[in-house]
């Protein structure tokens, strides 16, 4: 069983920067993949950021390139996703996932993948 907890959201203004974290307990995330998701009001769940066990692999949702970073340090058992250039359309919780991965290398884009899931944390951009 792992636990995840989310942190790091809060209000920024369009053009600003969060780093949400997922801290991880229970068990060692190094057999985990993970990802982020986010929902706004009244949209569905969407595919935010994936990485790999290893770290090494990672994937992004379209709107998420170039702007979003995601990453994990194991020896810490989290999980990080930085923010940049937000705009108000990025305004959403947003929730870690993890799962086991056989590979190294997997990465999963599919919420109905993951199993582990931590309870959100809110992320406002004001313009």
């Not at 809060?10 to 307990?25: H, K, T």
């Not at 229970?26 to 595919?47: I, V």
């Not at 990485?51 to 979003?68: A, C, W």
């Not at 959403?92 to 993948?113: F, I, K, N, P, Q």
Request: charged fraction near 15%.
């Amino acid at each position: 069983q792992v636990q995840l907890v989310e942190s790091g959201g809060g209000l920024v203004q369009a053009g600003g920067s969060l780093r949400l974290s997922c801290a991880a307990s229970g068990r060692t995330l190094t057999s985990y993949a993970m990802g982020w998701f986010r929902q706004a009001p009244g949209k569905d769940r969407e595919f935010v950021a994936a990485v790999s066990r290893s770290g090494n692999n990672v994937y992004y949702g379209d709107s998420m390139k170039g702007r979003f970073t995601i990453s994990r340090d194991n020896a810490k058992n989290t999980m990080y996703l930085q923010m940049n250039s937000l705009s108000p359309e990025d305004t959403a919780v947003y929730y870690c996932a993890a799962r086991t991965a056989l590979y190294g290398g997997d990465y999963y884009y599919r919420g109905d993948d993951y199993l582990y899931w931590g309870q959100g944390t809110q992320v406002t951009v004001s313009s």
